[in-house]
DNA sequence: CGGTATCCTGAAAGATACTG
DNA sequence: CAGTATCTTTCAGGATACCG
């Protein structure tokens, strides 16, 4: 913020926040993008592992897939007739880092005493992995006090504000 | 996964991710902390803001408070009776990269075509900043297909997968 | 087995009205 | 102004029943 623009006079309409929160800003989906980023891909699987009732699984699904998110493939065990598999899109797992971040502040406030339940490691040397700031500079960013946030290309005036 | 455990066979009731999304994964909830996170602080300013019903922020910020993500703390204005603003506790703090990584898929996925409504800059230098995954050797991590999930040591088996 | 349509119920959103 | 109690209505979760 730079003191001639309040926050509070910006419109809420074309939020990334909002609109991504629109779609995946429920502890359901959120916990079913968890499972589809470990590899489960059946729907059985997915419920039974969920513990969520199968309609509201597949509620979740066909929005996932209506949002681009999720893309149902036919396949055929053999011997076996035609099934589907859920597995993420390219812009679902673009959903990696929500999840991961999710994940380490559960880790490092909600945890128990045994420690995490799952860990994520860098694929090529086994490091565990964890989220990080950066800036266009290649900076670390503090995420505690690194950031300010400022109104971008897109910013609108909120309706009201306009003649405020 | 290292073959001999399958994710399905493990238990969800310590998942972090869970965890956090059973706390945040609302999409109000979302947005009020991305607002927290821009400073607004009253309840009023909030409520316009979000264009939320007062009676519903009144009861996720006690939902957040309860959760010790937001501290209510009073303050007066000179010649004024006492007020409540609401910040973020540090722990509220710690979801900046939740809220980030949230904005930043919205930005890459659902932005309109005049940009992003607001950006995140590094307060040091200038640039913009974005989610990083980062292991502790110190590589960067591609999201795309850098990352492997492993049970960790706090991983418990589901209790129908036990005498499975 | 792999889902979806339907219904029921409880919870949560929001409007209204009230209090310090 | 800054909230909260209360009420109504909508909506989401889940059980059941049903189809491919």
């Known amino acids: 913020m730079d003191g001639t623009t309040r926050w509070a006079d910006l419109d809420?309409?074309?939020?990334?926040?909002?609109r991504t929160a629109a779609i995946v800003g429920d502890a359901w989906t959120l916990v079913l993008l968890r499972d589809l980023f470990n590899g489960l891909r059946r729907f059985d699987d997915l419920a039974a592992h969920l513990g969520v009732a199968r309609t509201v699984l597949?509620?979740?699904?066909?929005g996932l897939v209506d949002a681009g998110l999720v893309e149902r493939e036919p396949y055929r065990e053999p011997g076996r007739r035609v099934r589907h598999e859920y597995r993420l899109s390219a812009a679902g797992r673009d959903l990696l880092p929500v999840v991961l971040a999710l994940m380490a502040w559960g880790d490092a406030h909600l945890a128990d005493d045994d420690g995490p339940p799952v860990v994520v490691e860098?694929?090529?040397?086994?490091?565990?992995?964890h989220v990080a700031l950066r800036c266009a500079s290649g900076h670390d960013v503090d995420p505690r006090r690194g950031t300010v946030a400022r109104p971008g290309p897109g910013a609108r005036l909120r309706p009201r504000a306009v003649d405020a």
């Open 122 to 129: 860098h694929r090529d040397c086994g490091a565990p992995v």
């Open 58 to 62: 597949s509620r979740r699904l066909a």
């Open 12 to 18: 809420t309409g074309n939020c990334s926040v909002a």
